[in-house]
Each structure stands twice: as C-alpha cells, then as structure tokens.
T-cell receptor, first 114, second 115 residues
Framework: AQTVTQSQPEMSVQEAETVTLSCTYDTSESNYYLFWYKQPPSRQMILVIRQEAYKQQNATENRFSVNFQKAAKSFSLKISDSQLGDTAMYFCAFMMTFNNDMRFGAGTRLTVKP | EAQVTQNPRYLITVTGKKLTVTCSQNMNHEYMSWYRQDPGLGLRQIYYSMNVEVTDKGDVPEGYKVSRKEKRNFPLILESPSPNQTSLYFC??????????????FGNGTRLTVT
C-alpha cells in the first residue's frame, strides 16, 4: 500500500522569507500523481500544485514550486515570499494513475509571522 | 459555479442517533469519495464510488454506510454514531481515471461531534 509521510508537524516562517515543506512517499508503482493541498482555518481544501511522476520538470505555480526527486521518493513544497495568507495546514497527497484513490500525509501546520 | 456541496457544516448529536451527511456535486464527476480528518492522521478514506450504484470500502469504513443512486449525490450515513466518529468529514469528487485524471475537488467539510 502507498504511504505518505510528512515529518514536520509544525513550521513557521517570517513574512517575505522562503520555506520548504517536506514529503516522502512509498510506492512500487512508476506512474502516479503527487499533490499539495492547503487547508486554511476556513477548513477548505485548496489544491496548490500538482506533479505528474512521468514529468522530470518540477511544477511551479507562482510563488509555489516543488522539488520532485522520483528516485528518492521525495516531493517537497517551496513557498517563496511567504505571505500571511499562506498560514494553513498543508497536506501532501499521492494518487495512482489507474484509480482515483488519493492518500494523504498527516499534514504540516505552517504559520507565517509578520 | 463548479462545486461540491456538503451539509450540514456543523452537527452535534448523541450516541446511537442515526444521521446523514449529504454531498452533491455539479461537475458531472464519476468518482466521489468520503474522508475523515483527525489530528496527526491526515485524511483517511471511508468509502468511495466509481460511478452510480458502484461503491467500495476505503481504509476506515466501519460504522459508515453510503449510497450512490444518482451521479451527483453521495450521502454518508451513520446508523448508530459513537464518540469515536467525532471528526471532520470531507466529501470529494473528480473525473474518473482513464478519461482524465483530475485532482479531487472537496466540499467545505462537516464538523461532527458525537456525545
């Protein structure tokens, strides 16, 4: 079974600085998708970024980028120029290509300090 | 607006009193799923449905039931709730794998407290 591990339960960063959230996963499959979701205090689950395993290029979305290391099964999220609105719980998630079963890590609570 | 709608947003009930949490999506998604979120455990899948009349157990199905009579609706039923089902529940949907693999779209969550 696929597992997702987020080893940092809590992190904090100063506004305007850069922070990296870690995620590792375990799978024997070669084709899959990886995601980062943001959950602000409103409880909404908001998709931040998505990476297809077959793509070597790391995904980027404005201030958010990932470092995808397939051999190491690592998928970290980098947030540049952190803003107060980035304060949230962040979940790393894994999904196989042949089904919609999405597995989540335990989450990292990020606080951006003014 | 494309969305997944869950109701109610908050629910407090007593042990043993049957309840239903509704979920509806307007995106014509084949796949729908229920998750529960607990501190330190992330989101764990309860049940999922690949299409109408097709449902299957996830990782934590005990104490829950679902049905998928229509494509847009996927209610979660707790026939005899217990305090260990106190949690934050999410409904999610997506296009079915093989056609276009899309990420999950989530409802706004239901905070359930069972006393």
């Amino acid at each position: 079974a696929q597992t997702v591990t987020q080893s940092q339960p809590e992190m904090s960063v100063q506004e305007a600085e850069t922070v990296t959230l870690s995620c590792t996963y375990d799978t024997s499959e070669s084709n899959y998708y990886l995601f980062w979701y943001k959950q602000p205090p409103s409880r909404q689950m908001i998709l931040v970024i998505r990476q297809e395993a077959y793509k070597q290029q790391n995904a980027t979305e404005n201030r958010f980028s990932v470092n995808f290391q397939k051999a190491a099964k690592s998928f970290s999220l980098k947030i540049s120029d952190s803003q107060l609105g980035d304060t949230a719980m962040y979940f790393c998630a894994f999904m196989m290509t042949f089904n919609n079963d999405m597995r989540f890590g335990a989450g990292t609570r990020l606080t951006v300090k003014p | 607006e494309a969305q997944v709608t869950q109701n109610p947003r908050y629910l407090i009930t007593v042990t043993g009193k049957k309840l239903t949490v509704t979920c509806s999506q307007n995106m014509n998604h084949e796949y729908m799923s229920w998750y529960r979120q607990d501190p330190g455990l992330g989101l764990r899948q309860i049940y999922y449905s690949m299409n109408v009349e097709v449902t299957d157990k996830g990782d934590v199905p005990e104490g829950y039931k679902v049905s998928r009579k229509e494509k847009r609706n996927f209610p979660l039923i707790l026939e005899s709730p217990s305090p260990n089902q106190t949690s934050l529940y999410f409904c999610a949907s997506s296009f079915r794998t093989g056609v276009y693999n899309s990420p999950l779209h989530f409802g706004n969550g239901t905070r359930l407290t069972v006393t």
